[in-house]
């Protein structure tokens, strides 16, 4: 006997981390920081690779683009994070 799983999820739902006030600001303060590291960490990748001539191969063409496509992506996905916690609002 062959057993085929029937069952597809096409999406979810983002809920939230937590319900208690202290361990959202907390929560809030963490992902904060995090993006805030990601972003900055990113654009200067990119800024180095953009001002030193030596670095115009294409490894870091490759590199830059990476940096720029991550950048993208966390400030699609980090800030509605940021925002699910309450209904519309942040957690501060």
């Known amino acids: 006997m062959v057993s ?3 069952s597809s999820v096409s999406e979810f739902l ?7 006030p ?7 303060l ?3 920081i995090m ?3 990601i972003v900055l960490g990113n654009l200067l ?3 180095a690779i953009s001002t030193d001539t030596r ?21 699609t996905t980090v800030p509605k994070t940021l925002t699910s916690g309450r209904a519309g609002g942040a957690f501060l």
Not at 14 to 20: E, F
């Open 30 to 32: 963490l992902f904060f």
């Open 22 to 28: 202290q361990q959202q600001q907390l929560l809030f």
């Open 14 to 20: 983002l809920l939230g981390l937590s319900k208690q």
């Open 35 to 37: 993006y805030l590291a």
């Open 45 to 47: 990748i990119i800024l």
């Open 4 to 6: 085929i799983n029937q």
């Open 55 to 75: 670095l115009h191969t294409p490894m870091y063409f490759f590199l830059s683009n990476l940096s720029f496509v991550d950048v993208c992506f966390s400030s």
